[in-house]
């Protein structure tokens, strides 16, 4: 079973953390990694870096423009990634644009990630109608899950659609935003949390965007499966010592 | 073989819309409705008196006597340099400002390069009573000064764009962005024929005016309403989908596009997308991109800011691939000896965008009946401190 799978069964709420690889030193890929998972994160979604991320806001822009400078690639990637597994056991997504994976071979991507280990991926511009017509059968036959999004624009029926093609979590997106700009949930979230747990989809739901500290964590997953955290670790590594990213990792969850 | 979109939003393989689907509700209510808008007999009448009475349109279609005499050829200039605001942009501002108050859009963004799509955007915003905001590159906003005095006289909001090379590239990111952010109440007015289907299309159908024009104009001239050729810069596209688009598939009609190729095409400093191109994802469709091997997308450079971008507009991409259009790479210099030429010799200044179109009668041989169209898109005024720095005026 994908790792991915397994995770999603266990009894508890999930902590998922992103970073930009490359970020803030070009070798800290691995580093970051295993202080994560050492520091009780439950998955880890690696950020491969690109010039235009539309989705993205300035904190996030700023560490995949800044991981470009230092030399990241997805070569350079694939390769700080080989012997990942030796250490890490939780879920390990990679997260990014779909430009870079096109130029790379969607095959070779995929099969280079089940090569390394990595659970599944996030490409938020590669389109469902592309995924399903050109790509399901590649990412399926390297044991990938593809990992969709939903908005609060989203409708119920492409909701409902979604969660059809999906075979691990749905990514619900908090408000409408880029990464990094909200500060808190009010009625108006949690009414779309809640809306969203009374559909009962098949596929848990995971909360990204807004989520920055204890207090917007547990607001997430009071309906959710559990939430991901980006453009607040960025900031942390930005001002902190990779040894202290424990610290982090304690103030999300207590 | 079709040169025009199909139904699922693709010119050939390019096209498409790869966007995150934060968008996805904006992009496909558009692209569920702008057909039905465009089609209703009350936007197009209002569209036309507008582009009549506001635009100034038909815009002429002048035969250039002494550039004809010069290369021993017929050459018809389409004056989209008269248009209100000075340059074909505004076609498409007023299209799009009237599908928006369709939608119920009450807030108007845009992304501007050089400047123009900008003014074209915020004059329309003035026209119709609409919230304005453009976006527009840091480092653009310093070189344009004249068009972001424009722009806020006519009450738009110039936001600066921060991130990546802080020009039209990232300027049309932070436009995404806000949209994005404002999913609701806000129309994106793009301003080539780039983006998500149904963009490219719906640009292309609103600067089509100026290949419909160019038919009956040519008709009264010439007797026939097909020249042998038409000849546009491309940046997006916007100008030569305009000037192509009732020739697409009229084969006996040879379109040539014209690329910004900076101070040379393999110079490191080019905006020559089909020579320098490969094929990838950029602002949401699948065209041709200036990217690295790994994917990044790079920064064009030209001395014309309208040409200045790393892409191309799909339906280009297609008629690149297929080999319906010729494309040709005309350098700073050449483009400026051009635009120099075209002022002595017509007393017409053209933009610098425009003046890579001239350019080509240079480069190519055209037989002494051969009937030459060129898009004028825009006019120099915007472009003298250019010319005077080049030429030392």
Same mark, same amino acid.
């Given at each position: 079973m994908n790792k991915i799978n397994q995770k999603l069964q266990e009894d508890k709420k999930l902590l998922s953390i992103y970073f930009s690889a490359g970020y803030p030193s070009l070798n800290d890929t691995v580093p970051i990694i295993e202080n994560l998972e050492k520091s009780g994160v439950d998955m880890i979604e690696i950020g491969l870096p690109f010039s235009d991320p539309l989705a993205d806001g300035p904190t996030i822009q700023a560490s995949s423009t800044e991981a470009l400078k230092n030399g990241m690639s997805t070569n350079v990637l694939f390769d700080q990634l080989k012997d990942i597994r030796k250490t890490v056991s939780i879920p390990l997504i990679v997260m990014g644009y779909f430009n870079p994976i096109?130029?790379?071979? *969607?095959?070779?991507?995929?099969?280079?990630?089940?090569?390394?280990?990595?659970?599944?991926?996030?490409?938020?511009?590669?389109?469902?109608? *592309?995924?399903?017509?050109?790509?399901?059968?590649?990412?399926?036959?390297?044991?990938?899950?593809? *990992?969709?999004l939903i908005t609060p624009q989203t409708s119920v029926e492409r909701i409902n659609f979604i969660d059809s093609i999906s075979n691990g979590f749905i990514y619900m997106v908090s408000s409408a935003s880029v990464t990094g700009s909200s500060s808190g949930f009010g009625d108006e979230q949690t009414a779309y949390f809640k809306r969203i747990a009374n559909m009962k989809l098949k596929n848990p739901q995971i909360v990204g965007f807004g989520i920055s500290n204890n207090e917007t964590f547990t607001q997430a997953t009071q309906y959710a499966k559990g939430a991901i955290i980006g453009s607040a670790f960025i900031k942390f590594l930005t001002n902190n010592n990779l040894e202290k990213i424990d610290e982090f990792v304690t103030n999300i969850l207590n | 073989m079709s040169y025009n979109i199909n139904d699922k939003g693709y010119y050939g393989e390019f096209g498409g819309a790869y966007i995150p689907e934060m968008l996805y509700p904006n992009v496909e209510e558009l692209r569920q409705n702008y057909l039905k808008i465009m089609a209703k007999p009350s936007f197009k009448e209002e569209f036309d008196q507008l582009l009549k009475d506001y635009v100034g349109r038909p815009s002429p279609l002048y035969f250039a006597k002494r550039l004809s005499d010069k290369y021993n050829t017929r050459i018809y200039l389409k004056r989209e340099d008269l248009n209100h605001t000075g340059a074909h942009k505004v076609n498409n501002t007023i299209g799009q400002i009237l599908m928006a108050q369709r939608l119920g859009k009450s807030r108007i963004i845009a992304e501007t390069g050089a400047g123009q799509h900008g003014v074209a955007t915020a004059t329309v915003c003035a026209l119709m009573g609409m919230e304005c905001i453009v976006y527009m590159g840091e480092i653009d906003i310093a070189r344009q000064a004249p068009n972001v005095a424009r722009m806020k006289m006519l009450g738009a909001q110039v936001r600066p764009a921060l991130s990546g090379s802080r020009t039209l590239k990232d300027a049309t990111n932070e436009a995404i962005r806000d949209w994005i952010n404002n999913p609701v109440d806000t129309h994106y007015i793009i301003g080539s024929v780039v983006g998500p289907h149904p963009y490219p !299309?719906?640009?292309?159908?609103?600067?089509?005016?100026?290949?419909?024009?160019?038919?009956?104009?040519?008709?009264?001239?010439?007797?026939?309403?097909?020249? !042998?050729?038409?000849?546009?810069?491309?940046?997006?596209?916007? @100008?030569?989908?305009?000037?192509? &688009?009732? &020739?697409?598939?009229?084969?006996?009609?040879? /379109?040539?596009?014209?690329?910004?190729?900076?101070?040379?095409?393999?110079?490191g400093e080019s905006a020559a997308t089909s020579a320098l191109g490969r094929e990838g994802i950029i602002h949401g469709s699948k065209t041709l991109l200036m990217q690295t @091997?790994?994917?990044?997308?790079?920064?064009?450079?030209?001395?014309?800011?309208?040409?200045?971008?790393?892409?191309?507009?799909?339906?280009?991409?297609?008629? &690149?691939?297929?080999?319906?259009?010729?494309?040709?790479?005309?350098? !700073?210099?050449?483009?400026?000896?051009?635009?120099?030429?075209?002022?002595? /010799?017509e007393g017409i200044i053209p933009a610098i965008e425009s003046s890579h179109a001239f350019a080509v009668l240079d480069q190519k041989t055209f037989k002494t009946d051969d009937v030459v169209v060129i898009n004028l898109s825009g006019r120099g005024d915007k472009d003298l401190q250019n010319y005077i720095d080049y030429f030392k005026l």
């Open positions: 096109l130029q790379y071979g *969607v095959e070779a991507f995929c099969k280079k990630c089940q090569d390394i280990g990595i659970d599944g991926l996030i490409i938020p511009d590669l389109p469902i109608d *592309v995924y399903n017509d050109q790509y399901k059968a590649i990412f399926e036959t390297y044991g990938l899950i593809n *990992v969709f | !299309d719906m640009v292309a159908r609103f600067q089509a005016i100026v290949s419909e024009e160019i038919q009956w104009q040519l008709k009264e001239k010439e007797g026939t309403s097909k020249p !042998d050729y038409v000849v546009a810069c491309v940046g997006g596209g916007s @100008n030569a989908a305009g000037a192509f &688009y009732h &020739y697409l598939d009229d084969t006996d009609v040879k /379109l040539i596009a014209v690329e910004a190729a900076g101070k040379g095409v393999h110079s @091997n790994d994917g990044q997308i790079t920064e064009p450079y030209s001395i014309s800011a309208g040409l200045d971008y790393p892409g191309v507009g799909p339906m280009h991409a297609h008629l &690149y691939a297929s080999g319906r259009a010729e494309f040709i790479s005309i350098t !700073d210099d050449e483009a400026m000896v051009a635009g120099l030429e075209l002022s002595k /010799l």
